[in-house]
């Protein structure tokens, strides 16, 4: 294993991106010699999904934000672009029953066919099933995949076993239409922004066996550990060790449905105190002790312990009217040490 320390974050970058690309013939190597190729291989991270208690009031909040282009919109869901795209936050309103959430996350995936991936599913015990209603929740469909048509376009889900629902697309899929549901027309930016976003980050999903969810994407999906926070928390990579899934949670024997905690950005000229100047002036406040509420933002200081640096990694967080987690790290943070969170393991 190799630990990169670089002071600064975007030489830090390219180094990494070297490193890995170099690494491309030893995977090949090791599937010569026999070891088996993950079931399905994942690209990045593409896209989310939130459900809100008010649709127009949350794109004007994130746009106002984040200047965030309408990329697609249906009568279900408005899609935001994050930064370049095609990855996106798609944004619909909660049904009866519904609160507020992150409903689930989505990967684009190499090679993308769906009948493939549904066979290279069934390989591992997932069972295909209809289309549930987009409100069920994915504890009810735990390890079963389907297949929705949005319009033209084909969507590919499934629900692992703690019920996190995920969905599987094209490199290309930006939420639009198309048999890829890669034809986006950009609608006209909103306003400017006050902050701008480049990709998306990572996911923290709270889970009853922290340890077996992410065995279970490591063997499926071929990632690796990329960083530590704490002895029990893994950091699962995945595409250019940029972005991450981490699953926590110690072992329960009561099972817990699977709860996307928050979801997180990564923003060129990553400065906390400018940040939180920026959300007080739009309005947000300081959390300070209370309980965290709609329209707050604040600190988390990840120490040495939990794989941070002394004095802190800070890491900075906000909720949405509806209260809906969000953070916004550096683009070089892939849950490591350092101050930017940038000092990972690879190998």
Same mark, same amino acid.
């Given at each position: 294993?190799?630990?990169?320390?670089?002071?600064?974050?975007?030489?830090?970058?390219?180094?990494?991106?070297?490193?890995?690309?170099?690494?491309?013939?030893?995977?090949?190597?090791?599937?010569?010699?026999?070891?088996?190729?993950?079931?399905?291989?994942?690209?990045?991270?593409?896209?989310?999904?939130?459900?809100?208690?008010?649709?127009?009031?949350?794109?004007?909040?994130?746009?106002?934000?984040?200047?965030?282009?309408?990329?697609?919109?249906?009568?279900?869901?408005?899609?935001?672009?994050?930064?370049?795209?095609?990855? &996106?936050?798609?944004?619909?309103?909660?049904?009866?029953?519904?609160?507020?959430?992150?409903?689930?996350?989505?990967?684009?995936?190499?090679?993308?066919?769906?009948?493939?991936?549904?066979?290279?599913?069934?390989?591992?015990?997932?069972?295909?099933?209809?289309?549930?209603?987009?409100?069920?929740?994915?504890?009810?469909?735990?390890?079963?995949?389907?297949?929705?048509?949005?319009?033209?376009?084909?969507?590919?889900? &499934?629900?692992?076993?703690?019920?996190?629902?995920?969905?599987?697309?094209?490199?290309? %899929?930006?939420?639009?239409?198309?048999?890829? =549901?890669?034809?986006?027309?950009?609608?006209?930016?909103?306003?400017? =922004?006050?902050?701008?976003?480049?990709?998306?980050?990572?996911?923290?999903?709270?889970?009853?066996?922290?340890?077996?969810?992410?065995?279970?994407?490591?063997?499926?999906?071929?990632?690796?550990?990329?960083?530590?926070?704490?002895?029990?928390?893994?950091?699962?990579?995945?595409?250019?060790?940029?972005?991450?899934?981490? %699953?926590?949670?110690?072992?329960?024997?009561?099972?817990?449905?699977?709860?996307?905690?928050?979801?997180?950005?990564?923003?060129?000229?990553?400065?906390?105190?400018?940040?939180?100047?920026?959300?007080?002036?739009?309005?947000?406040?300081?959390?300070?002790?209370?309980?965290?509420?709609?329209?707050?933002?604040?600190?988390?200081?990840?120490?040495?312990?939990?794989?941070?640096?002394?004095?802190?990694?800070?890491?900075?967080?906000?909720?949405?009217?509806?209260?809906?987690?969000?953070?916004?790290?550096?683009?070089?943070?892939?849950?490591?040490?350092?101050?930017?969170?940038?000092?990972?393991?690879?190998?």
């Amino acid at each position: 294993m190799l630990l990169f320390d670089h002071e600064d974050s975007r030489s830090f970058r390219i180094s990494r991106r070297s490193f890995i690309a170099s690494c491309s013939a030893c995977a090949m190597a090791s599937d010569v010699l026999g070891q088996a190729p993950a079931a399905i291989a994942l690209s990045k991270l593409n896209c989310f999904e939130i459900r809100v208690s008010n649709v127009a009031a949350s794109v004007a909040f994130y746009q106002g934000l984040f200047g965030m282009p309408v990329q697609a919109r249906d009568a279900q869901r408005t899609c935001l672009r994050i930064g370049d795209g095609p990855q &996106f936050m798609a944004i619909r309103q909660v049904s009866d029953g519904e609160t507020p959430a992150i409903t689930h996350l989505g990967y684009s995936v190499h090679a993308f066919d769906v009948e493939r991936l549904l066979v290279a599913l069934q390989g591992i015990g997932v069972e295909r099933i209809d289309a549930p209603p987009v409100s069920a929740p994915g504890i009810a469909s735990a390890m079963k995949s389907w297949v929705r048509m949005r319009g033209d376009t084909l969507e590919l889900y &499934f629900a692992d076993a703690r019920g996190l629902i995920v969905q599987l697309s094209d490199l290309a %899929y930006c939420g639009g239409t198309g048999d890829a =549901g890669n034809i986006c027309n950009l609608a006209a930016a909103g306003p400017k =922004g006050l902050m701008a976003l480049e990709d998306l980050n990572h996911f923290t999903v709270f889970v009853s066996d922290g340890a077996e969810a992410n065995q279970f994407y490591q063997d499926t999906f071929g990632l690796a550990v990329q960083a530590y926070q704490g002895s029990q928390a893994p950091v699962t990579g995945i595409g250019d060790g940029y972005q991450f899934v981490m %699953y926590a949670g110690p072992r329960r024997d009561e099972p817990m449905p699977a709860n996307i905690h928050h979801a997180c950005f990564s923003m060129p000229g990553f400065d906390v105190d400018r940040i939180l100047a920026t959300l007080t002036d739009y309005g947000l406040s300081a959390r300070g002790d209370a309980a965290v509420g709609p329209m707050m933002h604040y600190v988390s200081l990840r120490m040495p312990e939990r794989g941070g640096v002394e004095g802190g990694t800070p890491e900075v967080y906000f909720t949405d009217p509806d209260g809906i987690l969000v953070q916004l790290q550096d683009p070089s943070y892939c849950g490591g040490g350092g101050y930017l969170g940038n000092e990972c393991l690879v190998g």
